[in-house]
């Protein structure tokens, strides 16, 4: 071989070496955005396993099969872009005619269990005079039954300088004072009563009447499993009844629950570990999630009313214990029914 000859005998050697060189690069950079891709998905998966965790899991594929056909999964876009926006449904509407009927009934909080009323709304319902400079300061009430004074840190008010305890201590929201509606008769003249079928409190003096009544009583949830039906009711009207979809058997349980967190898209962790977003065509909750106190405590895995991305399932009992809505009615549960509402679940 001649000295030309090996000369390009080693340039072409070379150039193959480069090429080699700048295909093990290229496969060290892939391998590395494979893995950091890898470990980022991991990361995410560990952070939303907080979310909410429901007891519910794609049936069968004998389940899915409606018509002959087999029932598609509702991906995210499927549902109307509008619904995300839209603040009104059949829910609302009702709503607004139940509200329009029977007077608009809210007005009172709770905390720890202790239901409270405005002060300002009480001076009105006694014709009492209330003189407080700041919402920290002393509460004073002048009627005709005498001096009332009440200090929001105090659970100690006087009448007529005489102590009384209060069996709560008065608490200030959004610049306006509270005071316990149970024990208010022993303070002032009022008659205090709970009614059942309008789930509020009923306070009355001198002939006139308030209602003071908290969103989370005025709301029930009622479950019939054997009929897959959900009913809502406020102030006790009927406002609509949903077809739904039930645990098999038992798994939706029997009893009296309680509304306990609300998610949007919310995440999901299989049974067999496997984490779906929200969003998911693969996840079974849909667009809304409403988690229940049912069960949660005992198992972790918590009996939830949410949306579905088998719309077929609705009207029947294949879940694994959770209540699935179309996720149009999920949208309208989560944007009417405040947390603590009572949720009743019978055959």
Do not use: F, K
């Given at each position: 071989m001649n000295e030309p000859e090996v000369e390009g005998a080693?340039?072409?050697?070379?150039?193959?070496?480069?090429?080699?060189?700048?295909?093990?690069?290229?496969?060290?950079?892939?391998?590395?955005?494979?893995?950091a891709a890898h470990e980022d998905l991991a990361s995410q998966a560990q952070s939303a396993s907080v979310g909410p965790l429901a007891c519910v899991m794609a049936g069968p594929l004998a389940e899915r099969v409606v018509g002959g056909e087999l029932?598609?999964?509702?991906?995210?876009?499927?549902?109307?872009?509008a619904a995300e926006t839209r603040t009104g449904g059949e829910l609302q509407a009702a709503l607004s005619r139940v509200q329009a009927r029977v007077g608009e009934l809210t007005g009172g909080i709770r905390r720890e269990d202790v239901s409270y009323a405005a002060v300002d709304g009480i001076a009105d319902l006694i014709g009492a005079e209330l003189h407080q400079s700041s919402s920290s300061s002393p509460a004073r009430l002048?009627?005709?039954?005498?001096?009332?004074?009440i200090t929001p840190s105090s659970r100690i008010a006087r009448r007529n300088l005489e102590p009384i305890a209060l069996p709560a201590t008065p608490i200030v929201v959004d610049e306006r004072l509270y005071v316990p509606v149970r024990g208010l008769n022993?303070?002032?003249?009022?008659?205090?009563?709970?009614?059942?079928?309008?789930?509020?409190?009923?306070?009355?003096?001198?002939?006139?009447?308030?209602?003071?009544a908290l969103p989370e009583d005025l709301f029930e949830i009622e479950i019939d499993r054997g009929d897959r039906a959900l009913t809502v009711r406020y102030a006790g009207e009927h406002l609509v009844t949903w077809a739904c979809c039930v645990g098999s058997?038992?798994?939706?349980?029997?009893g009296v629950f309680h509304i306990r967190n609300k998610a949007v898209w919310p995440p999901w962790r299989a049974y067999w570990g496997e984490y779906m977003p929200g969003g998911s065509p693969r996840n079974p909750l849909g667009a809304r999630w409403l988690g229940t106190s049912a069960r949660g405590d005992e198992t972790g895995r918590a009996i939830?009313?949410?949306?579905?991305?088998?719309?077929?399932?609705i009207g029947r009992r294949i879940s694994g214990g959770c209540v699935r809505l179309t996720n149009q009615h999920a949208i309208e549960m989560y944007d009417t029914i405040p947390i603590g509402t009572r949720v009743v679940i019978h055959e």
């Open positions: 080693r340039s072409r050697i070379a150039e193959l070496a480069q090429v080699v060189l700048a295909l093990a690069g290229l496969y060290v950079l892939l391998a590395v955005a494979d893995l029932a598609r999964p509702v991906l995210l876009g499927d549902l109307d872009p002048i009627s005709p039954a005498g001096l009332v004074v022993a303070l002032l003249p009022v008659q205090v009563g709970w009614d059942e079928t309008r789930r509020a409190w009923r306070l009355a003096s001198g002939g006139r009447e308030m209602s003071v058997g038992d798994n939706t349980p029997i939830g009313i949410h949306g579905t991305n088998q719309p077929s399932s």
